[in-house]
Structures are given as structure tokens and as C-alpha cells.
T-cell receptor, first 115, second 109 residues
Framework: KAGVTQTPRYLIKTRGQQVTLSCSPISGHRSVSWYQQTPGQGLQFLFE???????NKGNFPGRFSGRQFSNSRSEMNVSTLELGDSALYLCASSLVVTGAGNTIYFGEGSWLTVV | GQQVMQIPQYQHVQEGEDFTTYCNSS?????IQWYKQRPGGHPVFLIQLVKSGEVKKQKRLTFQFGEAKKNSSLHITATQTTDVGTYFCAGLGTYKYIFGTGTRLKVLA
């Protein structure tokens, strides 16, 4: 079966702009989590969506937001981009909401560069 | 807040040598997962440990979960160049996975 699909794979934005990243989970998976990966901070949890509801949120400013659609696809948005937002943004899907201890599967990520 | 630390941060080994990375949590974990991320790639799930003291093996890889469920280790026997990458542990805390800082493994042929 197809894996987790993230688009776009690479993008360059200017400070102050906003960006939307998309994630299509594995078919049948209803939970989508987003992570930010940077060399200095490692993998940091942004938020998780399950059944179109945000179930958990990490320690990121309100500029970072997300949503999930009825088909479980998810988008995350970052407004007023800062240089420090340059990172690999990873989407992960799982069958059910985290907390059940289920396996999470990562997409290949979206590389965002802010200039 | 919950923190998961991994040591060492980097490890260079000669091909054929063994390698171990350790993961320590500030709190008790419901379970722990291990991932491998190749350079330029994304994290790929390796294994999940749930029970206290659990040990699991995958070919040359041995995973262990501590008795107190606050630490874990990954041991690779006789490393190969294909083992190159960053190994992450992820502990299940309160409704989210907390990822360790990762151990970057380089294998010298």
C-alpha cells in the first residue's frame, strides 16, 4: 500500500510569507502528526490530528497551525515565516490516536528554507 | 516537561565493530520505539518495546527496555556500512511521542 505522501518536497520562502504543507496518510490511517526536524533541536512534536480534531499540541507559537479533513488528509500552515522556521517538516500517520502505542509511519518530509 | 536523552550523540566505528546507543527518559514511558534515519531520508520504524525488561532482536540488532521503563538501548553487532544513519528512540509519554536527540552512526570501511 502507498506510504505517507507529503507535498511539496522542497520549497523556498521569504521571511514574512506564509506556507502550507500537505500530508496524505496511509490509507485507513486516521491520525496525522506533524514534527519539525532541525539539526539543533532534533525532532520536535508540533501537533496531532485525529478525526478532524486536534488531539495534542507541542510547544510551538500560534504561527504554526494545522487542520485535518474528513478524508484524513492534513495540512499545516506557518504564517509570518522566520529564518528559524527553516527545517524538515515531517508528517506521520497511524491507525489510531497516539496513546494507544501504535506504530507511526513517517513521510519523506517537506524541506522548507526561509530566506 | 518530559525529556528523552540519547547518548552518545555521535559514534564512529570500524566496520565489524559493535555499536550501542542509550536512551534515558526523565519519566516512566508507556512504551518506546526505535527509528533509523538514513542521511537525507526520513525516520523509519524499527521496533516497539512495551514490557518492562523486554528484549527483542532483529538479526544483528538487539533492543532492550529497562526494568523501570525509563531507559532503553539499541545494540548492533558487527556493524556494516549499511548501518550508517541516525538512530532515534521515541518514548510514549502523555499522548505523544517524545523523540530522543538521536545518535549518528558512521561506519568506516
Amino acid at each position: 500500500k502507498a506510504g505517507v505522501t507529503q507535498t511539496p518536497r522542497y520549497l523556498i520562502k521569504t521571511r514574512g510569507q506564509q506556507v502550507t504543507l500537505s500530508c496524505s496518510p496511509i490509507s485507513g490511517h486516521r491520525s496525522v502528526s506533524w514534527y519539525q526536524q532541525t539539526p539543533g533541536q532534533g525532532l520536535q512534536f508540533l501537533f496531532e490530528y485525529f478525526s478532524e480534531t486536534q488531539r495534542n499540541k507541542g510547544n510551538f507559537p500560534g504561527r504554526f497551525s494545522g487542520r485535518q479533513f474528513s478524508n484524513s488528509r492534513s495540512e499545516m500552515n506557518v504564517s509570518t515565516l522566520e529564518l528559524g522556521d527553516s527545517a524538515l517538516y515531517l508528517c506521520a500517520s497511524s491507525l489510531v490516536v497516539t496513546g494507544a502505542g501504535n506504530t507511526i509511519y513517517f513521510g519523506e518530509g517537506s524541506w522548507l528554507t526561509v530566506v | 516537561g518530559q525529556q528523552v536523552m540519547q547518548i552518545p550523540q555521535y559514534q564512529h566505528v570500524q566496520e565489524g565493530e559493535d555499536f550501542t546507543t542509550y536512551c534515558n527518559s526523565s519519566t516512566t514511558l508507556s512504551n518506546i520505539q526505535w527509528y533509523k534515519q538514513r542521511p537525507g531520508g526520513h525516520p523509519v520504524f524499527l521496533i516497539q518495546l512495551v514490557k518492562s525488561g523486554e528484549v527483542k532482536k532483529q538479526k544483528r540488532l538487539t533492543f532492550q527496555f529497562g526494568e523501570a521503563k525509563k531507559n532503553s538501548s539499541l545494540h548492533i553487532t558487527a556493524t556494516q556500512t549499511t548501518d550508517v544513519g541516525t538512530y532515534f528512540c521515541a518514548g510514549l509519554g502523555t499522548y505523544k511521542y517524545i523523540f530522543g536527540t538521536g545518535t549518528r552512526l558512521k561506519v568506516l570501511a
